[in-house]
T-cell receptor, first 115, second 113 residues
Framework: AQSVAQPEDQVNVAEGNPLTVKCTYSVSGNPYLFWYVQYPNRGLQFLLKYITGDNLVKGSYGFEAEFNKSQTSFHLKKPSALVSDSALYFCAVRRANQAGTALIFGKGTTLSVSS | DGGITQSPKYLFRKEGQNVTLSCEQNLNHDAMYWYRQDPGQGLRLIYYSQIVNDFQKGDIAEGYSVSREKKESFPLTVTSAQKNPTAFYLC????????????FGAGSRLTVL
């Protein structure tokens, strides 16, 4: 069965410092991995995805994520956090050979950036 | 602009009543999805559809029903059989090819009084 784990319910970081939001996954075969962000009472917005190729993926708003196959991880990173980055972040996965199937989401991590 | 429209944004229901949440997309996507979001539980899949007139149950389909009569529309009915329907409901759509990045609507918040 496919699953996603986000081990931290909340991450706190000061503005200007680097941030990391952790994600590990379990899937048979090759994974497609995604990060989404959600602001209060809104839908999810796509940040970035890993399909194949370079393990470091760059996305929207200066975010990037590193795919590590041996550790089955896909951590979200940003070199310098902004207060406006404060939101709920979701990691998601699906099997690469299952086009059109639903994504499996983690429980989410709340990022709080203080000024 | 292309996107997904969910309505209503807020809905209140008495116990024992069925309610239908609307989801319409103009992205020409073949696949559509319904997720339920509860605090601390992330997103859980209710139903999804990859093509008109066909849909599959997700992890928490009990107490819900859907239809897919048109490519653009995927309404969700929350029936009286759903024991704890108060939640935030998210509709999404995607292509069925490639990485199928999901595009989400703004959500509908259902409260049962």
């Amino acid at each position: 069965a496919q699953s996603v784990a986000q081990p931290e319910d909340q991450v706190n970081v000061a503005e200007g410092n680097p941030l990391t939001v952790k994600c590990t996954y379990s899937v048979s075969g090759n994974p497609y991995l995604f990060w989404y962000v959600q602001y209060p009472n809104r839908g999810l917005q796509f940040l970035l995805k890993y399909i194949t190729g370079d393990n470091l993926v760059k996305g929207s708003y200066g975010f990037e994520a590193e795919f590590n196959k041996s550790q089955t991880s896909f951590h979200l990173k940003k070199p310098s956090a902004l207060v406006s980055d404060s939101a709920l972040y979701f990691c998601a996965v699906r099997r690469a050979n299952q086009a059109g199937t639903a994504l499996i989401f983690g429980k989410g991590t709340t990022l709080s950036v203080s000024s | 602009d292309g996107g997904i429209t969910q309505s209503p944004k807020y809905l209140f229901r008495k116990e024992g009543q069925n309610v239908t949440l609307s989801c319409e997309q103009n992205l020409n996507h073949d696949a559509m999805y319904w997720y339920r979001q509860d605090p601390g539980q992330g997103l859980r899949l209710i139903y999804y559809s990859q093509i008109v007139n066909d849909f599959q149950k997700g992890d928490i389909a009990e107490g819900y029903s859907v239809s897919r009569e048109k490519k653009e529309s995927f309404p969700l009915t929350v029936t009286s059989a759903q024991k704890n329907p108060t939640a935030f409901y998210l509709c999404a759509s995607s292509t069925v090819a490639g990485a199928n990045v999901l595009t989400f609507g703004a959500g509908s918040r259902l409260t049962v009084l």
